[in-house]
């Protein structure tokens, strides 16, 4: 039996997107399986690690949260470096948050350093009511730009699970962004010269 120690792979995973538009919130889902209605805004970068098995290989995820307020844009460059999947969430209720998908992907290619990295759109909220996007629009914007899409509701669990397991499904089937490291671990990940422990917690997807 392998030891349960040994990682074999760790993989850099972004959240991006306007302030308010549910990405803590998604990241809390998945992580802690929990959900806080009075979630504050994210001062500068957060981060979470989670190990989940796909396909039988055991990954490490770390993932950062990023501020979504233009004050903290300094912070860019860093989070960017070496991150093999990145999930860009606008709220289905803002149009606003949709229209600024654009910028937040010129950032992207601004500021990656995998020219091969995963993109996966995410439509935030939808157990709301007063939807300003529609799911055809999202789905054709993914489209456009080779994203995966999935509509998701950080509240009800809707599409959770699923948004961060066909990234990294895809990610795996990406040569080069799939390397194995077979380093063994003591349950820490270090960023920065940082270590941040990292607890193992216990829709339908579209590749367009």
């Not at 990145?86 to 601004?110: G, H, P, Q």
Request: aromatic fraction near 8%; include cysteine; proline fraction near 1%.
């Amino acid at each position: 039996m392998a030891d349960q120690s040994e990682i074999l792979t760790t993989l850099k995973i972004l959240l991006i997107g306007e302030s308010g538009v549910g990405k803590s919130s998604l990241l809390l889902r998945f992580t802690e399986d929990t959900f806080d209605p009075e979630q504050s805004a994210t001062i500068g970068v957060d981060f979470k690690v989670k190990t989940i098995t796909i396909q039988g290989n055991s990954t490490k995820l770390a993932i950062w949260d990023t501020a979504g307020q233009e004050r903290f844009r300094t912070l860019t460059p860093s989070y960017y470096r070496g991150a093999q999947g990145v999930i860009l969430v606008y709220d289905v209720c803002k149009r606003n948050s949709f229209a600024k998908l654009d910028m937040w992907l010129n950032e992207l290619d601004t500021y990656a350093t995998r020219t091969d990295i995963i993109k996966m759109l995410v439509g935030n909220k939808i157990d709301k009511d007063k939807r300003e996007v529609s799911r055809e629009e999202g789905i054709k914007f993914a489209r456009r730009h080779t994203m995966l899409f999935i509509e998701a509701s950080a509240k009800t669990r809707d599409g959770v699970q699923c948004a961060f397991e066909e990234l990294v499904q895809k990610i795996i089937q990406t040569p080069g962004l799939w390397e194995m490291n077979n380093r063994r671990t003591e349950g820490t990940f270090t960023i920065g010269g940082e270590h941040e422990n990292g607890e193992e917690q216990d829709g339908v997807c579209v590749y367009c």
